[in-house]
């Protein structure tokens, strides 16, 4: 039992790190990661609507692990703001943040054009929705599911 709450301590750490903590000087984290093995985040792309003006998630479906280290690289290619909602999901996350909302997230502004970078590491096993929360969006197909296994 001491064991394993030792290694949940861990893994926690190595997570609340993640890259900010890397990127401010916290460099224990290289220790730890090579001790659990996490590797460097897993980057998947995300893209919110097209240049074509489909109101559309690509992919709409996004498989995770849990306890995994992920930078979800969100793009907006469409010519309107996006807003991509995970309520839900935000708040099972250990780790979650981006240039412009360091702390915990569930929504993530997107202008068009524009690209964020988002680190998370998923603690609980689930589905969760995701939604553009942006007017009339979601109703248009501007939906899908975050599963954590």
Not at 72 to 80: F, Q, Y
Request: charged share 15%; with cysteine.
């Amino acid at each position: 039992m001491k064991r394993q709450l030792i290694i949940v301590a861990a893994a926690m750490y190595a997570a609340l790190a993640g890259p900010t903590g890397v990127q401010a000087g916290l460099t224990g984290v290289h220790a730890v990661d090579s001790w659990f093995d996490l590797g460097k985040p897993t980057e998947i792309v995300v893209e919110l609507g097209t240049k074509s003006g489909n109101l559309v998630i690509i992919p709409s479906t996004l498989r995770l692990q849990a306890y995994k280290r992920y930078t979800l690289i969100i793009r907006n290619p469409s010519d309107v703001s996006h807003t991509l909602s995970l309520s839900e999901f935000g708040a099972t996350l250990t780790h979650s943040s981006t240039p412009t909302y360091p702390s915990q997230v569930d929504e993530i502004d997107v202008e068009p054009g524009k690209t964020v970078e988002w680190f998370v590491v998923p603690t609980r096993v689930g589905n969760y929705p995701m939604r553009c929360s942006n007017r009339t969006h979601a109703g248009a197909g501007m939906v899908g599911r975050i599963i954590v296994k």
